[in-house]
């Protein structure tokens, strides 16, 4: 199978969904003259043209806004948020409008929009610019939250995503965009809400979504070495969650590691948490254990950010922690 | 609003109201700042600076010009490109650099880098990351003077592209509506990263967008030092006089690239070198040599005292620690023992 980079997944699936249906479009900051940020939408405007391709100023609450409303009136607006930490300035339209719309309207006004960009930590970029908003938007009825870790998921979500009668947030990582993966040629849809389980285990459930993902694949081949069969779950969405997919892993193995980029307050590894404890308690032989970032803002100096950020070690000492294996 | 929105008499070219003193701190103040960040550009490419590193270069005269016209007790709050104003404010240049290295000595204790430049001590509020995030807080900062009864003004910088924020707009209003001692400056160099002024728009002369609120707005060149020095404290005192808040819009440039990691290639090379013809610190040396104020033997110490200075804080900043991990739960609240979620 051809290898291509996760922008050019993410670049196809736009493309291709834009070229099938004239409703689509893309708008954001630098998505047009300048290729986009992180070129994802690279040539795109030479493609579709300054209609359908569009550069707003910074003006994230105004141009979220407009493609709520657009996608009120019947378009299917795809908004680029340059990093989800600048999302914020535009939360009140994705929460009070897009995420409201079918409900408050009585089912009359659906709101089909796509909200995509990078989300989480990228280097060295301190506090206001390296935080992990994923379950920020999942607790949040009236949304769909994907979160993709590779770039075949990206294309076939992102189309699905684009495809969704209701609204979609859609979080990729600047430290996910030059990873080269195996994408399928020709057209495929991944459906939202399906967890994916990229190795089969027996030992201990590890689950985990989005950039980070990529860790815990390294701490489970690590871990390989010394003979632990982990069973890896990719979520790829936390809202919906695939629970069903865990607590089943987790029956089998009867041990789960979750490990999430977010802060451990109130995030997704809690809500497993608590999922799998209510539906797989006589199945568990230790507490579900989970590594998150620390409970800080991430600062700038290298020597905070690698204690705080979850890494391959700590990864490896918490599912030998569940396994009551010595470090 | 006609009567609010003028532009600022043209500077007056020949003869000078500024005594030398001014000149040469204005010279020496924008030497430092343009060889401390060719050091810092030259060490990011080197990867001992990281991150985000947005340079400051060809703007020096709004720093400079501006903080000659306020009162060190005033305060200063901006974005993200704020090597300079620290420097200006009086700190000295190592406490930056060590910030640029991540380092424990840095002015945010390497918890900032780049974009976070703090300091109580000389009232800099800050640089801030997020586009427009300041302008609001400006005007807070102004609030608490108004309240606290001082004659405090707040200088507020931001980028063109952040007056595209509608923060802006509810913090004008509410800034005019309670005569807030803030000084909002636009730092126009005409793009937000790869995007014109011309491409953001319908108004393109920025300074206009305070006479929506009825804000005294100017628009000024901000490549000399006097006419920003003139702006800002004619600005400052109608702030101290009760007066409220001044919009300007100073009109200057970047030479180099948004970011560290931007190659530019959305204007000419001819429009940078054009810019660079009117460079603030060869104009203020031009002023000088023109009135005898330095000679060339002058210009050479001045340099070589700039260049220790830089040396002087890249050993400091090379010289000095990484901060240990124990302060990854420190400066997080102002609670000492705040229980931190550890599992
Ligand atoms: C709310 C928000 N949106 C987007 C960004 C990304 N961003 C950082 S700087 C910048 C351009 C800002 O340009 P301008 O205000 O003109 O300031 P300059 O860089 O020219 O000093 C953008 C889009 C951000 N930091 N915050
Ligand atoms: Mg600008």
New binding site residues.
Partial sequence: MRTIEFREALREALTEEMRRDEKVFLMG??VAEYNGAYKVSKGMLAEFGAKRVIDTP?A?LGFAGIGVGAAMNGLRPVIEF??F??SL?AIDQVINSAAKMMSMSGGQFSCPIVFRGPTASAGMLSSQ?SQAFENWYANCPGLKVVVPSNPADAKGLLKSAIRDDDPVIFMESEQMYGDKGEVPEGEYLIPIGVADIRKEGTDVTVVSFGKIFKVATAAVKELEKEGVNAELIDLRSVRPIDYDTIINSVKKTNRLVIVEEAWPLASISADIAFHVQKKAFDHLDAPVTRVNSADVPLPYAPTLIEPALPNVARIVKAIKEVMYASA | MEKTATKAKSGKAEKTDFPKETYLWWYEQMLLMRRFEEKAGQLYIQQKIRGFC?LYIGQEAIAAGGESAIRKTDRIIT???DHAHPIVRGMHPKYVMAELFAKATGCSKGKGGSMHMFSKEFNFFGGH?????QVPLGAGIAFADKYNNNDNVTLCL?????VR?GALHEAFNMAMLWKLPVIYII?N?N???GTSVERTSNVHDLYKLGSAYEMPSFQVDGMRCETVHEAVAEAAVRARKGGGPTLLEIKTY?YRG?SMSDPGTYRSKEEVEEYKKLDPIEQVLATLKKNKWIDDKGVENMEAKIKALVEESVKFAEESPFPTPDELYKDVYAQKDYPYITE
Wanted: negative net charge; hydrophobic residues 35%; without cysteine.
């Fill in positions: 900051e630098e910074i994230e340059m990093t930490n600048f300035v610019h | 947005h974005a993200y490109r990351g997020i586009v427009g995030g931001m980028g063109d592209g952040a924020q730092e160099n793009y937000a990263m970047r948004h």
